[in-house]
Each structure stands twice: as structure tokens, then as C-alpha cells.
Nanobody, 114 residues
Framework: QVQLVESGGGLVQPGGSLRLSCAAS????????MAWYRQAPGKQREWVAV???????NYKESVKGRLTISRDNAKNTVYLQMNSLKPEDTAVYYC????????WGQGTQVTVSS
């Protein structure tokens, strides 16, 4: 069973930056479209950014220009560079395969607050 482990979250002031990582236990990224999702308190999980197996990317409108998704297939890792963070970015962030998601990992908490 593939395990996903997210890391890199933390407390940051508005305007700050974080880099999230998502490591998988198996060699799965190369052939799969991967995405980052987030879930804020009291809200449903939502898609934030996606990267295809070919490297194409797409973003939720509210994060365009601030968040960048990337992947390193050799390391079985997907990244999310987060810049110019806003309080509304506060959430638990998860990664997963776009189609037929694996069991969700624990996620990593991102808190944007002064």
C-alpha cells in the first residue's frame, strides 16, 4: 500500500513563504498526475494545484502566482512552494493522486497569522 507523507508546514506571518513536500513510499509519481489539496477548519477539502505526469501544471484561481507545484520523480516527491501567504491559506495540506486517490496521509498544517 502506498503511503504519502506530507511535511514542511508551520506558522508563518502574512506575506511569508513555506515549501511543502510530499514523499511517497513507492515509485508512483512518474506515471501519475499528482495534486495538492487543503482543508480549512469547518470546510471541505479542496483542490489547490495539480501537476501532470508530463509536468504541466494548473492552479486554483485564488493561489495563482503565489503557489508553485513541482515534482522530482527520482525522489518520489512532490513539492508546493508557497509565497506571499495569506491568512485564508491557513489549512491542513495534503497531496494525492488525482485519479483513484490513495489513502490520505496525515497532511501538514499551515497557519498564516500575525
Amino acid at each position: 500500500q502506498v503511503q504519502l507523507v506530507e511535511s514542511g508546514g508551520g506558522l508563518v506571518q502574512p506575506g511569508g513563504s513555506l515549501r511543502l513536500s510530499c514523499a511517497a513510499s513507492g515509485n508512483i509519481f512518474r506515471i501519475n498526475d499528482m495534486a495538492w489539496y487543503r482543508q480549512a477548519p469547518g470546510k471541505q477539502r479542496e483542490w489547490v494545484a495539480v501537476i501532470t505526469s508530463g509536468g504541466s501544471t494548473n492552479y486554483k484561481e485564488s493561489v495563482k502566482g503565489r503557489l508553485t507545484i513541482s515534482r522530482d520523480n527520482a525522489k518520489n516527491t512532490v513539492y508546493l512552494q508557497m509565497n506571499s501567504l495569506k491568512p485564508e491559506d491557513t489549512a491542513v495540506y495534503y497531496c494525492n493522486r488525482v485519479a483513484n486517490p490513495f489513502i490520505w496521509g496525515q497532511g501538514t498544517q499551515v497557519t498564516v497569522s500575525s
